[in-house]
């Protein structure tokens, strides 16, 4: 008996990456790409009280000894406080890191990691108080293979917000 499966139309791709999009962004506490709520009650800093988001897609890369094709998913909000998220895509089960890091106004780093052999890893929320207003904050996140020996190959993506 021969085993079919169900292709997904490109709708459904379309469909299927912005409830990717969606629910990574809900995670980081904005509502969807380039979202602005409403005022958070209760801040106890003079920082931006808006909160912003955007998210970006990096692109496919053959990466590790096999040569697997993986991306880097990233997502940034800010508000008072700014958050980072990231997550690794592969199209096989493989060992990968993901790296997130955010910065404001290209001066203060914070950055996470995550290792894990999976199709998809995740990394967690990388968070940093906003106090002082208007600025520069970005996130970026890069994936490679930990296998890689010299000059890995990765899928980077950066994402900018002012807020």
């Excluded at 969606?22 to 209760?42: E, F, H, I, K, Y």
């Excluded at 040569?67 to 997502?75: D, E, F, N």
Aim: proline letters at 4%.
């Amino acid at each position: 008996m021969a085993l079919t499966t169900a292709r997904r139309t490109s709708v459904g791709r379309v469909a299927a990456a912005g409830l990717a999009a969606a629910a990574s962004l809900a995670l980081l506490g904005a509502a969807s790409p380039a979202a602005t709520a409403a005022p958070s009650a209760g801040t106890a800093h003079s920082g931006a009280t808006a909160v912003v988001g955007k998210d970006k897609y990096g692109k496919w890369v053959a990466t590790g000894p096999a040569r697997y094709k993986c991306r880097v998913y990233v997502a940034v909000s800010a508000g008072g406080t700014a958050n980072g998220a990231a997550s690794g895509e592969c199209k096989v089960r493989m060992s990968q890191v993901v790296v997130v890091g955010i910065s404001i106004n290209n001066n203060h780093i914070k950055h996470t990691t995550a290792r894990g052999t999976a199709k998809k890893v995740y990394t967690t929320a990388v968070k940093e108080t906003n106090p002082r207003g208007k600025q520069n904050i970005c996130a970026f996140a890069y994936v490679n293979s930990p296998l890689d020996e010299t000059n890995p190959v990765r899928s980077e993506a950066k994402v900018c917000v002012k807020a």
